[in-house]
């Protein structure tokens, strides 16, 4: 039983909360999109895995506004920006680049623009086998510097 949980800690990453197969977007980042509930427009700016959907963050007037694809329209229009793309994509193994002990490899669960910079929410630590943890609890947001593509 031990070896099981030790094989567990050491392999969480490879399981994604959406399990083998990435749900689609309902936009993409940078996209101009209508916000239902409050019946303007903004710019996607971020998206993260949270409670089992994706959660989009919409700039609006100054403010993000989060919310999830039922309260959201894609206009398919882009935002015109001299803006680097994000050097990862939602479902990426990624590695820290901290000395930490364990295993250093995650996967993007989010990403997140902010201030012109890319930002990437990755699992901070595994899953608690003591205590009911839930995958919001162990997230993290990382600069883009601080992760190295894992290539297979």
Known sequence: ???????????????????????????????????????????????????????????????????????????????LAALEKPAFVLGDRVMLRSNDEGTKQRLILGIHLLNRSWFYYVEWMPPALEEVTTLDDRLVFVPQLDLVRVLF
């Open 1 to 79: 039983m031990i070896d099981q949980i030790n094989a567990l800690y050491l392999c969480w990453y490879l399981s994604p909360p959406w399990d083998y197969c990435i749900p689609s977007a309902e936009v993409n980042l940078l996209e101009r999109v209508y916000i239902c509930t409050i019946k303007t427009f903004g710019y996607c700016c971020g998206i993260r895995w949270e409670q089992g959907r994706w959660i989009y963050a919409v700039v609006c007037n100054e403010d993000i506004i989060y919310t999830t694809e039922h309260e959201i329209i894609g206009t398919g229009e882009m935002q």
